[in-house]
């Protein structure tokens, strides 16, 4: 699965959003998400995102490791909704990335 990174927060470009085939790509209040079980690996997110903060899952930064976790468990409420326009309940967004203070990333 590609991976959203602590560089979404607060930005929320959403030129990711434009490109997934699957519409996997989830929002939070403060980032968005990619579901690890919808997406396909086409990696046509990755070298939009204006921040640099989507990478394949054997590439994450060493810092941004914890972002694999972040992505998958954003959803454990949440199963599989089968792309973002039929996923009618808020994303919470995940405790690490509430924890990060405004201005961090
Ligand atoms: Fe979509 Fe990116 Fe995966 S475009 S299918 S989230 S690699
Ligand atoms: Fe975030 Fe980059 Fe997408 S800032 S919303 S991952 S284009």
């Known amino acids: ?22 519409d996997c ?7 968005l998400y990619i579901h ?8 046509a997110c990755e070298p939009v995102c204006p921040v640099e903060a989507i990478f394949y899952e054997d590439d994450l930064p060493s810092d941004q490791a914890a972002y694999l976790k972040v992505n998958a468990e954003v959803f454990a409420d949440h199963g ?21 203070p405004p201005g961090v990333p």
């Open 80 to 100: 599989t909704p089968g792309g973002s326009v039929k996923l009618t309940d808020a994303l919470t967004d995940h405790p690490i990335v509430a924890a990060v």
């Open 36 to 43: 690890p079980d919808e997406c396909v690996d086409c990696g």
């Open 1 to 22: 699965t590609y991976v959203i990174t602590q560089g979404c927060i607060d930005v929320r470009d959403r030129a990711c959003v434009d490109e997934c085939p699957v």
């Open 25 to 31: 790509i989830y929002a939070g209040s403060r980032m």
